[in-house]
């Protein structure tokens, strides 16, 4: 419920932020007709704090209305003019998830879709298994703001209350998915690694105390149940060529003054060597058995002919082998190449966890009860700096 106080001064500040012209001023007071969908825009911008929403209690309610598993389709720039942002590729990882769950609720999976152009996108959309797009297509979307994106789907939410929501644990995930759990007052649960249903609700399970044990979360008393889940986790569906979305257009009326956050310069960053481990084919990982950052580079020189790039386990990293991008981990970043090669890494729980969705892993170590072997498919128990030099002169002789 909405409610305008007596401290309403009538200075019209909330009418041109409402996204859905919910707001007319009568006598000098703002009051809400039916459109308004409980976004809270209007509340952040009065002055003196005359707009309350409450909340009804979420045990009292009734969710059977609640259908539908979104997911968040986040958009990244390409460089290309005639084709400057495309889907980032967590959102299909994501839509294969939704599929699942949806297919054992027996509901529809939508992706939700803010641009200020569209590119055909709910083609693809559709090809990894969303059944719908909402789609809000506006100039104030050219790029993502917290303000405005969490505004536009807490209106979306509102009106057509999805069960749950995923968003990737991206930069902009990790920014909008809170905001919107904070603005509709429902849990959420971050960096998920696991997502199943379980007696008809969404079972999400993410590791806790340092990665030593692995929570299950469940939100019964609200929706939506809401997760992020990080890129290279879940596993991409193949893409069903001429499978269809049906987009469905949605309409928001977004003023400027809703961006309370300026960008005045953009720069695009990128690695010394652009390198990008999360979207690598083959990764060749060193950890604190390496021992010096000179034997270390070793490393470089077989990521080289294998045509990979090179990790790193937390331990090299803190011993500056390898700067934090090339992480790998719960603190780091979470990989699934074709093929990773570990040199020297245990294998702590927090390494695995970034990695062990790689298709094949092979592990070398001298010890032979190193947890890092449970993970992988070969193992090589010997001395790293015999064996790297080895593979090097391999791979050069072919
Ligand atoms: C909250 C939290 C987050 C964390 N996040 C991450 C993360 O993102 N990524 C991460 O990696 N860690 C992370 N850690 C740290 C993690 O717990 C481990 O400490 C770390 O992964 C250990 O790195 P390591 O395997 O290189 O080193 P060690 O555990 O010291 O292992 C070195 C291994 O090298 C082997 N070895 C030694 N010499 C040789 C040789 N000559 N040839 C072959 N093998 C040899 C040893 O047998 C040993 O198994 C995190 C910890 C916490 C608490």
Same mark, same amino acid.
């Given at each position: +419920? ?8 009538? @200075?019209? =500040? @909330? ?9 007319? +001023? ?5 009051? %809400? ?7 809270? &825009? @209007?509340?952040?911008? @009065? ?37 400057? =942002? ?17 297919? *054992? ?59 749950? +929501? ?29 997502? &199943? ?10 590791? &806790?105390?340092?990665?030593?044990? %692995? ?6 008393? #609200?929706?939506?149940? %809401? #997760? ?7 596993? %991409? ?32 960053? !990128?690695?010394? &060597?652009?390198? /990008? ?13 390496? /021992? ?8 470089? *020189? ?19 082998? /390898?700067?934090?991008? !090339? ?28 990695? =062990? ?8 170590? /001298? ?32």
């Amino acid at each position: +419920m909405i409610e305008v106080s007596n401290k309403c001064i009538g @200075c019209t =500040k @909330c009418v041109p932020v409402c996204p859905f012209a919910a707001i007319n +001023m009568i006598s000098k007071k703002a009051v %809400m007709n039916e459109a308004c969908t409980l976004c809270g &825009a @209007c509340v952040q911008v @009065c002055p003196v704090q005359a707009i309350t929403i409450t909340r009804e209690e979420a045990s009292a309610k009734d969710f059977s209305g609640y259908k539908g598993v979104w997911v968040y389709v986040e958009l990244t720039e390409t460089g290309d003019k005639t084709h400057p =942002k495309k889907i980032k590729p967590v959102t299909f990882e994501l839509l294969g998830a939704a599929r699942k769950l949806a297919d *054992e609720l027996r509901e529809e999976v939508c992706a939700v879709l803010l641009t200020d152009k569209d590119h055909n996108y709910a083609k693809d959309l559709g090809a990894y298994g969303a059944d719908k797009v909402y789609m809000v297509e506006h100039d104030e979307l050219f790029e993502y703001n917290t303000d405005v994106f969490s505004t536009v789907i807490v209106g979306l939410v509102n009106r057509h209350k999805p069960s749950s +929501m995923l968003y990737g644990a991206t930069i902009q995930g990790r920014d909008l998915a809170p905001r919107v759990a904070s603005t509709l007052y429902v849990g959420l649960t971050a960096d998920c690694t696991a997502l &199943a249903i379980k007696d008809g609700l969404l079972l999400q399970s993410r590791p &806790a105390f340092g990665g030593n044990i %692995m929570a299950d979360i469940l939100a019964p008393n #609200s929706r939506p149940q %809401m #997760s992020t889940v990080r890129p290279n986790v879940m596993k %991409m569906n193949e893409p069903v060529v001429g499978r269809t979305a049906v987009v469905v257009r949605e309409s928001a009326k977004l003023d400027k003054s809703l961006r309370r956050v300026k960008v005045l310069e953009r720069k695009i960053a !990128h690695d010394a &060597a652009g390198v /990008k481990i999360e979207t690598a084919g083959v990764i060749v990982s060193g950890g604190r058995g390496m /021992k010096t950052k000179e034997k270390f580079r070793q490393l470089e *020189e077989l990521s080289k002919l294998l045509g990979g790039v090179v990790g790193a386990s937390r331990a090299a990293v803190d011993l500056g082998f /390898k700067d934090k991008a !090339h992480q790998v981990g719960q603190s780091g970043t979470t990989v699934s190449p074709k093929l990773y090669l570990s040199f020297g890494i245990s294998g702590a729980v927090q390494h695995i966890v970034g990695m =062990k969705a790689s298709d094949v892993i092979v592990a070398v170590n /001298k010890d032979p009860n190193a947890p890092i072997f449970n993970v992988a498919k070969y193992g090589i128990v010997g001395d790293a700096h015999e064996i790297v030099p080895k593979l090097i002169e391999a791979l050069k002789k072919k």
